[in-house]
């Protein structure tokens, strides 16, 4: 071989790297640089456009959240004040007539504070409602009970029988029920909603699930990507999920679900400047995903829920797309990632056993799913995944 | 061939910019083969070697503006790391020593299997026994492939020195990178 040549590719498949203090002493050297760079900026402001942007961004997803909030929260005080004005009226009205029929004024006896525990004050005042109203037809006929007899009734009703939705009444012997809105309702319909509260709040649910995600791999370049002044330009991607979900209740307002996805897409698209012109570039990256999540009912039988919870994922494989040429690229990324689920679900009940769920949910990602490759090491490329899922999930209660 | 991550017309734009992620993505990607080269002006001192790529690559960073995208990046890059190995050798003495005298000819190494054998750092120590000056023509005639009347222009002496110490450089090496008999 000819020295020259010999020589030339010896040097130049150099194996040794650099000590880290030469990169070091040139950030160190840049740093000056910078630092007189940003002493100009303070003489003469330009407008940060990407910061901007970004604070709009974080406070428009801060403004939606909270007035979702705000709505709910009012949405459920409503509820709880109106029945609470109807519980108060009831109650005044209970005691006038009370008051009428024995001479004396006596308040009821109801252990809670107004605006307390609603729901458990308005039926123990229908309860002592319909008594008074017994009274008064008895007080009406020959056969009429004295004032004493007439407290001897009210005090013979169990109070804390009242917590349950049916009440039964020692005298007359007649069920009464009420609704969450401290309306009277039929034994009839008692029967329906206990078939319906059995499904909503009991049971143990096997199901499909498919979701359709706005994914987002962000890292340095895709993040850039969002500013006008980038040669890239990072584009609105999406993937698909598929899976099973099982459920179980674990108390009145919670649920846990555990989904297996056994599809999870995650994407990413981006075009960048090469050679004077925008070339399509593409990360597909299928994962089989598990997420365990608690939902909470934001009230009781409400169909609203708030969702929360952890998922994990093995990734099956990742291919990037240039230009319409592809290639595999699994070995660059790891093969494991975890993070958080938020988000909020509708439930349809469509059948005393069938439920239909709606849901937006959000994931984050934790780790840093690049792995690193001869080029790049992985911390030059810290990607996380990031995606907002639409889901729809067909339950099936197989134990209620 | 596999496609990277960042082109380097991203990097390019990025370094312009002050980037400091994108600028470190260009050292990381060229600093090792840039480390060979300089330790192949710097006569396998490693202080030596590495106060050039650091030079180089500061110059590199604070210079890239200057870079017009029609050569490749990397020769863009290589240029100022020999530039710079140059200026920092020359600057370490005014005068540059070159082989005095004549060498011996004597048949060149067995062949492939021979040259194969040695290992880079053998090779190093090897050219670092070479004086100043025959160790930078030697450098920028066999690895950037300068020609004699470049290299005269650029060390400021005569096309024929830089050709007779290129001449003498290439046989000592030899020599000393023959396997000895014993």
């Known amino acids: ?19 880290e203090k030469v990169w070091e002493e040139v950030q160190n050297a840049l740093d000056i640089d910078l630092v007189w760079h940003r002493v100009g900026e303070e003489l003469q402001p330009t407008e940060n456009t990407g910061k901007k942007t970004w604070i709009a961004v974080a406070a428009s997803i801060l403004l939606l959240i909270a007035a979702l909030g705000a709505f709910l929260y009012q949405t459920a005080l409503l509820q709880k004040s109106e029945m609470a ?33 609603i729901s458990h004050r308005a039926k123990q005042t229908l309860m002592y409602q319909d008594e008074v109203r017994a009274m008064e037809m008895r007080a009406e006929s020959p056969s009429g009970l004295t004032t004493t007899g007439m407290h001897s ?24 029920s009420i609704d969450q809105n401290a309306r009277l309702i039929s034994d009839d319909d008692l029967d329906n909603i206990r078939n319906n509260e059995t499904i909503m709040q009991q049971g143990t649910y096997l199901g499909l699930s498919m979701q359709f995600a706005n994914t987002w791999l962000r890292n340095e370049k895709t993040a850039v990507g969002l500013q006008n002044t980038s040669l890239v330009d990072t584009r609105p991607s999406f993937g698909k999920s598929f899976g099973v979900v099982f459920g179980q209740q674990v108390s009145e307002k919670t649920d846990l679900k555990l989904a297996l996805d056994i599809i999870s897409e995650k994407s990413q698209t981006y075009n960048e400047y090469v050679h004077g012109r925008f070339v399509s570039t593409g990360i597909d990256m299928n994962y089989t995903k598990l997420t365990l999540t608690a939902s909470y009912r934001l009230a009781p039988n409400s169909p609203h829920r708030a969702v929360a919870g952890l998922y994990g994922a093995y990734l099956v494989d990742a291919s990037q797309f240039i230009d319409g040429t592809g290639e595999s690229v699994t070995r660059d990324y790891s093969k494991t990632d975890f993070g958080l689920v938020a988000g909020y679900e509708y439930i349809h009940q469509l059948s005393s056993r069938l439920q239909l769920g709606t849901g937006i949910y959000a994931n984050y ?15 030059l490329n810290r990607t996380n995944l990031l995606s907002l899922h639409f889901g729809l999930s067909l339950g099936y209660a197989f134990r209620q | 061939m596999r496609q990277e991550l960042y082109r380097d017309e991203e990097i390019v734009n990025g370094c312009i910019r002050n980037d400091r992620h994108l600028q470190e993505v260009l050292y990381r990607r060229h600093a090792r083969k840039m480390y060979g080269i300089c330790l192949g002006y710097a006569g396998s001192s490693r202080d030596l070697a590495q106060d050039m790529l650091q030079d180089a690559f500061v110059k590199v960073f604070r210079n890239m503006d200057q870079y017009d995208g029609k050569g490749s990046l990397e020769g863009w890059i290589r240029r100022i790391v020999t530039n710079t190995s140059i200026d920092i050798l020359r600057k370490q003495s005014r005068h540059i020593e070159f082989i005095q005298g004549e060498v011996p000819i004597k048949q060149e190494a067995s062949g492939e299997d021979a040259l194969s054998q040695i290992a880079t750092k053998d090779i190093l120590n090897t050219i670092a026994r070479l004086p100043k000056g025959a160790r930078i023509i030697f450098n920028l005639h066999a690895l950037e492939g300068y020609s004699h009347q470049e290299i005269a222009e650029q060390l400021e002496i005569s096309p024929g020195t830089s050709k007779s110490q290129y001449s003498r450089a290439r046989h000592l090496l030899q020599q000393w990178l023959q396997p000895s008999d014993s």
Do not use: C
């Open chain 1, 153 to 176: 009734i009210i005090g013979a009703v169990d109070l804390s029988a009242a917590t349950d939705i049916a009440i039964a009444l020692a005298s007359p012997i007649r069920q009464y």
């Open chain 1, 365 to 379: 990602g934790l780790q840093n799913v690049f792995a690193g490759n001869e080029q790049l090491p992985a911390y």
């Open chain 1, 1 to 19: 071989m000819e020295l020259e040549k010999w020589y030339k590719q010896k040097i130049e498949s150099n194996t040794e790297d650099p000590p």
């Open chain 1, 85 to 117: 004005d109807v519980s108060i009226a009831t109650e005044s009205e209970t005691i006038q007539r009370l008051t009428a029929i024995t001479g004396q004024h006596k308040p009821l006896n109801i252990a809670s504070k107004p605006r307390e525990n």
